[in-house]
């Protein structure tokens, strides 16, 4: 079966430092994968966006890579602050369908 | 533009009342989805719209789940009977393309508390 699979265990960071989050998927041919931050209370946000025939996208302190031979994304932020403390989702849009399927999240603590 | 607007923000009714969440997409955005959000299961799609057409709603859980969006600005789904299990966070999305090439505009979200 599809599966989409994030770290569920909170994942804490000095702040300065910079912070990893994984996204393994299995059964996907996906077409693009986004990541989205996700604050308490709120609506996820769209952060980023890679297709599947990009290794690297960045924008500002954010970077996200994508192996569609591994089945993994990576999504880093540099310079970490405590402002970046939410949850991350990544989020598949498979190629044959018109729809994204998210990850359960994880989240991410920036400590002072 | 406002963004996505959902209403109620938060709704506690109880056991087999019926319930309305109601949604209003983003101007121009011909995609609009349905998801719910549970500490469990995560954000699961429940059903999506594509020119105010139901494409697939194969994330609808029993039939006491219904969406209808009778015209682009506008969108509902209904819980009849409701139940404890439907607690959950709604949230409404709306995008120009289905598989979000610009990411899905998501609303602020409805949080039902069924008791």
């Known amino acids: 079966s599809q599966k989409i699979e994030q770290n569920s265990e909170a994942l804490n960071i000095q702040e300065g430092k910079t912070a990893t989050l994984t996204c393994n998927y299995t059964?996907?041919?996906?077409?693009?994968l986004q990541w989205y931050r996700q604050d308490p209370g709120r609506g996820p946000v769209f952060l980023l966006l890679?297709?599947?025939?990009?290794k690297e996208k960045r924008k500002e302190r954010l970077k996200v890579t994508f192996d569609t031979t591994l089945k993994q994304s990576l999504f880093h932020i540099t310079a970490s602050q405590p402002a970046d403390s939410a949850t991350y989702l990544c989020?598949?849009?498979?190629?044959?369908?018109?729809?994204?399927?998210f990850g359960s999240g994880t989240r991410l603590s920036i400590r002072p | 533009d406002a963004g996505v607007i959902q209403s109620p923000r938060h709704e506690v009714t109880e056991m087999g009342q019926e319930v309305t969440l109601r949604c209003k997409p983003i101007s121009g955005h011909d995609y609009l989805f349905w998801y719910r959000q549970t500490m469990m299961r995560g954000l699961e799609l429940l059903i999506y719209?594509?020119?105010?057409?139901?494409?697939?709603d194969s994330g609808m859980p029993e039939d006491r789940f219904s969406a209808k969006m009778p015209n682009a600005s506008f969108s509902t789904l209904k819980i009849q009977p409701s139940e404890p299990r439907d607690s959950a966070v709604y949230f409404c999305?709306?995008?120009?393309?289905?598989?979000?090439?610009?990411?899905?505009?998501f609303g602020s979200g409805t949080r039902l508390t069924v008791v």
């Open positions: 059964n996907y041919s996906p077409a693009y």
């Open positions: 719209f594509n020119n105010n057409v139901p494409i697939d």
């Open positions: 989020a598949l849009a498979d190629s044959s369908a018109s729809k994204i399927i």
């Open positions: 890679i297709r599947e025939n990009e």
């Open positions: 999305a709306s995008s120009p393309t289905g598989q979000g090439l610009h990411g899905y505009t």
